[in-house]
């Protein structure tokens, strides 16, 4: 497991944008796989969208076009950029990263999940 710490969400009006972040804490990390996932209440988990290492990327239907997600390995960073948001996309968000952490010299294979970020959008 490595800690990971999403931000960004919040609440806008259908048409607008939001950028959810996520950052690896605590040592040095090589990302081989990030993604995004939701939830809405009462439904279950669904994939919003994923990168591998080399940059090949997937999104869920719904989303394709409007969201875009892209990652910093120098910063440990993933990123979600959400834009003409609607409401059906009122969510909390997940981020998940699959790689190396190293730390202190001790590296090891990992996934995590962030916390979780709640976005809500208005009509």
């Known amino acids: 497991q490595a800690p990971l710490v999403e931000s960004g969400g919040g609440s806008v009006q259908a048409g607008g944008s939001l950028r959810l972040s996520c950052v690896g804490s605590?040592?040095?990390?090589?990302?081989?796989?990030m993604g995004w996932y939701r939830q809405a209440p009462g439904k279950q988990r669904e994939l919003v969208a994923t990168?591998?290492?080399?940059?090949?990327?997937n999104y869920a239907d719904s989303v394709k076009g409007r969201f875009t997600i892209s990652g910093d390995s120098a910063k440990n960073m993933v990123y979600l950029q959400m834009n003409t948001l609607k409401p059906e996309d009122t969510a909390v968000y997940y981020c998940n990263v699959a790689g190396i952490r190293g730390v202190d010299g001790n590296y090891a294979s990992f996934r995590s999940w962030g916390q979780g970020t709640q976005v809500t959008i208005s009509s």
């Open positions: 990168m591998i290492s080399g940059g090949t990327t």
């Open positions: 605590g040592g040095i990390f090589t990302i081989n796989t």
